[in-house]
């Protein structure tokens, strides 16, 4: 299993990214068991009011979370490439510049604390 994980601007998002013969986590709205690779990450928004308080660049927002919407692919490239869309996107939805997103990749052993 991949963390891929963005940094900007003083906050983190890392989702997780099941690999060929790994078992992805298994829930309403996951793909089909078959897909070789699974994607699962948050997905969230700013929002006037409710939500969680975060600070971004010294600056305090409410954010709203969205429940995962797992993702599957066919091969380990299109996978990788689609978390890293995935995670910039996120970061641009409360408003910082999806260039400033620094991605990282890190192998992880299936079953490690997260």
Known sequence: M???RGSAHGTTLTGTLFERGERAP???GAPDEDA???WVCDE???VESGGSEMEVDG???NVAFESPMPR???TRQQAVGAAEEHVRTQFARIGIPPADVEIEIEKAEPGAEI
Do not use: A, H, N, Q
Request: proline share 6%; charged share 20%; net charge neutral.
């Open 44 to 46: 969230f928004y700013e």
């Open 59 to 61: 600056r305090s927002m």
């Open 26 to 28: 298994t829930f309403r």
């Open 36 to 38: 070789p690779y699974v």
């Open 2 to 4: 991949l963390l891929i």
């Open 72 to 74: 599957g692919f066919d």
